[in-house]
């Protein structure tokens, strides 16, 4: 039965939650098969994550292994294929803890860097998992910047082959996924060098174990990397090289190739690789980023309406903490986050869709904005939701720290995102440096693409509104985002103009001006997630009480953004003093307001109790039930450890002649 | 013995540094002999073969648990062996065995012991504290529901008093009123004082604490009625049994209350305490602790993370130049230095608390309870700002260590994990916050109604100077000179007021809406945490600015003041809305303080490495690969991935298990 406080809280919906989810999914369609892969997964009990929180390394590593086995079978059962409807719904259902997800990174990378004579060599071995790929490109030494790797892979004529070694300890392939332990072959990044010349990077494919019995090849070491903050299901691993041999056709060459005769051959665009990393980045930021904030704010919502603590009035029964302003103030605005960012991921993937068709057509042009527009949005909701689920663990007290809430493994899991792809510092950078020419090209007339071409309309001018139900309109707050996305973009690009003209060079006045850039990128991509957002509320249908909630959530994230910021928005007097404590109190009054509402909206996204795992956060809200049920299956409670025979008797029984 | 050859970026940094770390050291220790003490107690622990052991990242729960049960024992023996008595010098011995971690044993020292001899009467002393200081008995506090934490008069366990017996019967009488979270108490304790609520004569009569034995000397079995288990699983804390506690029925003898200061009766009647006041003294001192390991555990991830981003060389600044140290990046500054700072900061902060509750307590014995109070709301405070801030912060310089931060090589997870729930035990930070805030509304009233009030919160004194004046309260504060600290601590005195009185304000209106007293609070508490977080970076900007004209040595002196500079501005700088709100700094001020930020990050830069050196933490007990004090990071990190549990063999049975059918199907 379900705790009578959540059952209340289901009565009050302003909307109608079946709507909102299905809008989540994009369409009652989706939302059928989405349920439907998922009652399929989780009926199975070969994926079953149930005793999760107890198991080891080991283990877990062993248990992706198997479940990533069956799902071949299992696909093949259900007929579903990686080209249908179902596949983008395998890993959710599966929350990620499967292996061999390196192994389809190696498929993927054949296809895109190999030649058609290299696809059709290796990738349908792959496919029938006749050998396990991993792709190896970060080392020791290096990571995002890969012009810095070390390894290197020198032509012998004599032989057509390639020399593959690790020159020093910081060469050591380090991290890639499924190295550790399963993967027979891996793609190498390594230096290229013909007749002692370097040529850089370049991938090829090397096989590491054998494909018999395992061992590892002559020439490779290679093993697990150790345990870390999570992943503990996947064998990240090391991989060192000595003078490894490899045939001259297993260098990747769609793009470059070497002939027999050791000549280096360069041929097409090989923008085509920053249209991968885009689509990484998109992709990761729905699978690995999104839904774990969703499934935080789930359980974190949901306990703190079963919670009860303190008295809100004398003689009353103890209040939901939930009903605690502050406790709001921590949760709803994580809440309205992960629609701002669900919302963005559309407005992304639409962006990347009409890349493609562009890139398709030989038009490379959107590929800078993509570019930029990829690496900023990874780098501000990576950091946004990885602090997003944060708070939300920290807002569960001392339950949240048990595993069995399920917050620690999600929050663990979630910041790794911060960093793989791309550091997100650097990829700041990176769309700073798009802004910055942006914004040069549109102070001189010249054309920008459309997202950008705010830049150019900039003006001074204070903010209109007059009243704290002024806030409430997203013209105001989108044109307050964009006064400041503008300010601080301007500003940074003048600040480098003063620092080059007074004698800087150019890499110093960079340098100099990180910190600013970091900050003008940011309030560039917070001012389109708040435009979107504003957007996207507009467009909705106005039945069933979804665009009333969705405005709330909408003016709320805007709004704590301004409270949370306030320095920016009031530095060059854009938003007044008084202006700002209409933005307090409006935001102030959200909270109560969405507070009602809390519960259906984390209800909408749908999370079966099986994938929520979490012993606070499930539907029925028997928090302290579960809590205490799950405690007594942990291998710590088999009646005597063997820490009391060995150490707590004698220390019971015979200290006291010692002391 | 091999030599150890520092990594030559380490050997430059040191070289380069401007001022003798070791006299650094001396003032966080408390002076020179106070740090000879320290790497004496160092030396004993680290180069004693009992305290040795694998890697405990290569361990299970259930082996973790093991080796600190065994260190723990011969840890109490050796303490006494050693005549090891003083309070600090027990917390480094302790610290440097269990390097840094909880361990099981740790409530029975730090708080069964404590109880019995503050609460115990003396028959109860005779009975209990010798077989517990001997380790026959060992025990645990259960306060702590399922249901309740800091919010203690909801706790629901009963203890109901029969006076046919002369017993009192112990019930957990709901799910949520099982004891949950206790440490020590899963597997190691037979014996748990047990706080409940005394019903005596059909009355409640609020909480009392009782001693409970719960698993029979000898076989170690749960005693009948008593049901207690570990409570599985938590995100750190590993080496620690926390666990649950069910009593149905249990029964124990009247004398096992703890009576010298409430009493049951033979016959029920029950005899009220004299004071509570002095359980305020326990907690200030517990909260002090905190402020104390906010300080250590933010110092220690800031000397891994800096140390490894000197030795760590990556992309370029300048085209065909070597690739530089991550150091050298300004946004890595700029991550990093304010953290260094904070963590400077704190170092002082705690030590304040530290002697200013002894000055108190001193006070407490002779009567004198007066300046306790604000004591206690600046500590629940502190201890909610400090540790919120470094919770933050070694999560920054994990980051900050990009990848190989993730891996648990780094220790930065260890401290991360190991640290976080001191924003939630001793008092949730948000509740601390609002005490804290409960007492400033409290002066602030005061004030109003014409009283003057003392100590940290006197500024409030000038805002009723200033009430004849139309403008707003910090309108016309005296020019902030950025390069100042002392002016600097008025800029922070100006917005803590404006807050505090803001709040105040806010509060007030929503009375006059005629909201009752609590509903008016609870509207508030947003406003309410702004201002004690305003008044708390104030305080701790006063004492960092202060602790300066005490440093003699004017080389330590330079750096300490660049330090306590950088942390001033950096909170202007992430807080600039207040100061620009309240018309304490200009638009240009504020950009004057980014840009002296920034300056700031290069003056600072050839001195990281020695501000985290001065630390002074041994490398078994920073327990990081990253943060070697030699700097040879990447081979050790090769070494230590070998002993991963995944490596044990070369091939892992998973591929006979599964890989290899899977490639015979397929």
């Known amino acids: 039965s379900v705790n009578p406080d959540l059952a209340s809280e289901r009565q009050t919906a302003s909307f109608s939650v079946e709507k909102l989810t299905t809008l989540l999914d994009g369409g009652v369609e989706h939302t059928r098969i989405r349920r439907a892969v998922v009652e399929a997964i989780e009926g199975d009990p070969i994926f079953s994550r149930e005793n999760q929180y107890f198991q080891s390394q080991n283990e877990r590593y062993e248990a992706a292994v198997r479940k990533a086995v069956h799902l071949q079978k299992k696909m093949h059962e259900m007929g579903w294929t990686e080209n249908g409807p179902e596949f983008k719904y395998i890993y959710r259902a599966l929350s990620g803890d499967i292996a061999f997800l390196l192994h389809r990174i190696f498929m993927r990378c054949i296809s895109v860097l190999g030649s058609d004579k290299q696809i059709a060599k290796w990738v349908p071995l792959a496919s029938q998992y006749q050998l396990i790929g991993s792709y190896a490109q970060t080392e020791l030494g290096h990571g995002t910047y890969l012009q810095g790797l070390e390894t290197t892979a020198v032509f012998d004529i004599a032989t057509q082959e390639f020399i593959l070694n690790t020159p020093k300890i910081s060469a050591m392939k380090w991290w890639p996924g499924d190295m550790g332990r399963s993967a027979t072959h891996t793609v190498v990044f390594a230096q290229l060098c013909i007749h002692g010349k370097c040529y850089g990077v370049h991938p090829f494919i090397v096989q590491i174990r054998s494909l018999q019995d395992h061992s590892l090849c002559p020439g490779i070491t290679a093993g697990d990397i150790g345990p870390k903050m999570n992943f503990e299901h996947t064998d990240n691993g090391y991989l060192l090289l000595q003078n490894v041999r490899i045939p001259r056709e297993n260098m990747l060459n769609k793009f470059c190739e070497v002939q027999p005769d050791g000549t280096y051959v360069r041929r097409g665009s090989q923008q085509i690789n920053y249209f991968t990393m885009t689509t990484v980045r998109i992709t990761l930021i729905s699978d690995e980023v999104i839904i774990p904030l969703m499934k935080a704010c789930t359980i974190a919502i949901r306990y703190s309406v079963v919670r009860r603590q303190s008295k809100l009035k004398p003689g009353e029964q103890e209040a939901k903490i939930l009903d605690y302003q502050t406790q709001q103030e921590k949760l709803l605005p994580q809440l309205a986050a992960a629609y701002a960012f669900h919302f963005i991921k559309d407005y992304l993937q639409e962006l990347l869709d009409k890349g493609h068709r562009e890139i398709q057509r030989k038009n490379f042009d959107t590929l800078p904005e993509l570019h930029a527009f990829s690496s900023g949005f990874k780098a501000v909701v990576t950091q946004y939701c990885t602090s997003a689920v944060e708070i939300c663990l920290r807002a569960c007290g001392g339950h949240g720290y048990s595993l069995l809430s399920g917050l620690p493994s999600l929050y663990t899991k979630i910041l790794a995102s911060c960093i793989y792809e791309g550091e997100n510092t650097i990829l700041l950078l990176q769309t700073a440096r798009f802004l910055m020419k942006c914004f040069m090209a549109a102070s001189t007339g010249q054309p920008v693409p459309p997202s950008v071409t705010y830049l150019a309309a900039g003006k001074p001018g204070k903010c209109p509104a007059k009243n704290k139900l002024d806030f409430l309109s997203p013209d105001i707050y989108t044109e307050a985002y964009q006064h400041v996305a503008i300010r601080l973009v301007s500003s940074t690009a003048a600040k480098l103009q003063d620092l080059i003209q007074s004698g800087l060079k150019k890499h110093d006045a960079w340098n100099q001006c990180t910190v600013q850039l970091v900050q003008a990128a940011k309030a560039h991509c917070h001012y389109i997630t708040v435009k979107n957002f504003a957007e996207t509320v507009e467009k909705l249908e106005t039945k069933a009480g979804i665009q009333k909630i969705m405005k709330h959530l909408c003016d709320l994230f805007a709004l704590h953004g301004m409270f949370s910021n306030a320095g920016v928005f009031l530095h060059d007097g854009y938003i007044s003093g008084a202006q700002m404590d209409m933005v307090t109190a409006s935001y102030l009054d959200l909270l109560a307001v969405i507070r009602k509402d809390a519960v259906p909206l984390v209800d909408a996204f749908d999370f079966t109790d099986k994938s929520l795992n979490s012993a606070l956060g499930s539907y029925d809200g028997q928090v302290y039930q579960r809590l205490y049920e799950w405690a007594q299956k942990s291998p710590t409670n088999k009646q005597i450890s063997p820490a009391y025979e060995r150490y707590l008797k004698p220390l019971l029984h015979n200290t006291r002649s010692k002391m | ?666």
């Open chain 2, 1 to 666: 013995v091999m030599m150890m050859v520092v990594n030559a970026d380490l050997r430059r940094e040191r070289a380069a540094a401007t001022f003798p770390p070791e006299l650094l050291t001396h003032i966080l220790d408390g002076g020179a002999e106070r740090t000879r003490r320290r790497k004496e107690i160092e030396a004993l622990v680290f180069n004693d073969p009992d305290f040795q052991h694998e890697d405990l990242n290569f361990l299970s729960r259930s082996q973790r648990y093991e080796q600190a049960i065994r260190k723990s024992s011969l840890m109490v023996m050796k303490l006494r062996e050693y005549g090891i008595a003083d309070p600090e010098e027990i917390y480094w011995f302790k610290s440097f065995v269990h390097r840094g971690r909880p361990e099981p044993l740790d409530l029975h020292l730090g708080m069964f012991l404590p109880t019995l001899l503050t609460q115990a009467t003396p028959e109860q002393q005779d009975r209990f504290f010798m077989p517990a200081w001997n380790l026959e008995i060992i025990g645990t506090y259960a306060q702590t529901e399922m249901g309740h934490g800091t919010h203690l008069r909801g706790l629901e366990t009963t203890a109901t008093y029969d006076p046919a017996t002369q017993e009192f019967i112990l019930n957990s009488p709901t799910v949520t009123s099982i004891k949950w979270w206790p440490g020590g108490l899963g597997k190691t304790s037979n014996h748990a004082i047990v706080l409940a609520q005394l019903y005596t004569q059909g009355q409640c009569k609020g909480l009392h604490a009782f001693i409970v034995p719960i698993r029979q000397l000898g076989t170690h079995e749960p005693l009948p009625g008593i049901t207690v288990g570990d409570i599985g699983p938590k995100f750190g804390y590993d080496e620690m049994d926390n666990g649950y506690l069910k009593m149905d029925n249990f029964r124990i003898p009247r004398e096992n209350m703890l009576m010298k200061y409430a009493q049951v009766e033979p016959d029920g009647t029950y005899v009220k305490p004299l004071s509570d006041k002095l359980t305020y003294g326990t907690m200030v001192f517990i909260r002090s602790l905190i402020v104390g390991d906010s300080a250590r555990s933010l110092s220690r991830a800031c000397t891994i993370a800096i140390r490894y981003s000197a030795v760590r060389h990556q992309s370029e600044l300048k085209s065909g130049e070597p690739e530089p140290q991550i150091l050298d990046y300004q946004t890595q500054q700029y991550k990093l230095f304010p953290l260094l700072a904070a963590a400077y900061a704190f170092h002082f902060v705690g030590a304040y608390i530290k002697d200013t509750y002894r000055r108190i307590s001193g006070d407490i014995s002779e009567g004198d309870l007066s300046e306790l109070p604000e004591l206690h709301a600046l500590t629940a405070g502190l201890k909610a700002f400090t540790s919120w801030t470094a919770n933050a912060g070694i999560e920054e310089c994990r980051m900050a260590c990009g990848g190989h931060g993730y891996s648990r090589c780094s220790g930065i997870p260890d401290i991360y994990v190991t640290f976080t729930p001191s924003c939630t035990y001793e008092g949730e930070n948000t509740v601390m916050m609002l005490q804290t805030a409960r007492f400033l509304v409290k002066s602030y009233n005061q004030v109003s109604s014409g009283q003057r009030v003392t100590g940290m919160v006197s500024y409030l004194n000038d805002l009723s100077r200033q009430r004849i004046q139309p403008q707003h309260v910090a309108a016309r504060t005296v020019t902030v000179r950025i390069n100042d600290p002392v002016s600097l601590v008025e800029a922070y005195k100006a917005r803590a007021a404006r807050l505090v009185e803001a709040a105040a304000k806010n509060l007030q209106a929503e009375l006059n809406h005629r909201k009752s007293k609590e509903d008016a609070w609870n509207r508030t508490s947003v406003d309410l945490v702004r201002a004690s977080e305003a008044h708390c970076h104030y305080v701790i900007v006063k004492l960092f600015t202060a602790k300066l004209s005490e440093i003699s040595n004017a080389a330590v002196r330079a750096v300490m003041t660049e330090l306590c500079l950088l942390y001033a501005l950096y909170g202007i700088n992430k807080n600039t809305g207040d100061f620009l709100q309240a018309g304490i700094l200009t638009d240009a001020q504020i950009t004057q303080v980014n840009q002296h930020v920034k300056e700031l990050l290069a003056i600072i830069r050839p001195n990281a490495v020695a501000l985290v050196d001065s630390f002074d933490f041994h490398d078994v007990h920073l327990g990081s690969v990253l943060g070697r004090y030699d700097g040879n990071v990447y081979e050790n990190m090769f070494e230590w991935a070998k002993k991963s549990p995944l490596n044990k063999t070369e091939v892992h049975e998973s591929f006979h298990k599964h890989l290899k059918p899977m490639q015979a199907k397929l």
